[in-house]
């Protein structure tokens, strides 16, 4: 979850990239400073008060990828101290697009990997009953035992054989 920062940032990188009309190009930006904020090195020396400022300036402009755009952003964010906030800065900038492009990211659960087919056709079906572009990830998780749950935004859809199990005994133990 973004914290207010977090969202504040997205929400201000989402408006410069809805003004420039380049969503793609501010969300492959973040992408990269994400990156290079997350590896553990760069991120020790980025956050060290003893490395002088020029140093940390250098090492962002010479990093691979980025554009002006990019390199401004990443010092803004080292200067204000909020390098670990990064990773969710892209993430809410990524809510924000996908709304903005009438999308919505939701995550299926199964107990076993999932044919190509079962995707498309789990993707069209909450496509069709949420009327809105679903972009779909799968995770496996074999402790659900069977059936499916699908998570978008705060909603959850239980259909797992785990839950049925749960909610049996449940009526078991109350009789």
Partial sequence: MATAVARRYAKAVFELAQQDRDRDAWERRLTLIRDLFSDERVASILKNPTVAGEARERLIAQTPGFDREAANLARLLVES???????AIGEEFQRLSDEAAGRVRATATTAVELTEADRDRISRQLSKRMQKDVRLSVVVDPRILGGLRVQFGDHVIDATVASRLQQLRRRLAAS
Avoid: F
């Fill in 81 to 87: 101290g909020r390098i670990d906030d990064a990773a």
